[in-house]
């Protein structure tokens, strides 16, 4: 069992940086894969990011690849994403998510645990 709380949303300006972070609790986050994704008003949920156990793997949408970059400290039961060069198309609200294995998983269904969302704006 797994607790998540995103936090690090805001509002920027295209061309700007946000980066986010994801809590957990538990003494055994270092057994799961986590995942970012996003989800605007009336679409369905999107892959964003994915990174293994122990951080060595790492998979990203073709949408953000080269901007965005996940990561993890697991001492600190934590996961990041690192959001450059913004563009408007970002605006959503971000989810991390959480999956016992070692795979990345693209699919939602994938993962069992989730975060509350932080909202990410991006004005033109």
């Known amino acids: 069992q797994v607790q998540l709380v995103e936090s690090g949303g805001g509002f920027v300006q295209a061309g700007g940086s946000l980066r986010l972070s994801c809590a957990a609790s538990?003494?055994?986050?270092?057994?799961?894969?986590m995942g970012w994704f996003r989800q605007a008003p009336g679409k369905d949920r999107e892959f964003v990011a994915a990174?293994?156990?122990?951080?060595?793997?790492?998979y990203y949408a073709e949408s953000v690849k080269g901007r965005f970059t996940i990561s993890r400290d697991n001492p600190k039961n934590t996961v990041y994403l690192q959001m450059n060069s913004l563009k408007p198309e970002d605006t959503a609200v971000y989810y991390c998510?959480?999956?016992?294995?070692?795979?990345?998983?693209?699919?939602?269904?994938?993962?069992?645990?989730w975060g509350q969302g932080t909202q990410v704006t991006v004005s033109s």
């Open positions: 998510a959480a999956r016992w294995g070692d795979s990345l998983e693209t699919n939602p269904n994938e993962y069992a645990y």
């Open positions: 538990g003494r055994t986050f270092s057994n799961y894969a």
């Open positions: 990174i293994s156990r122990s951080g060595g793997s790492t």
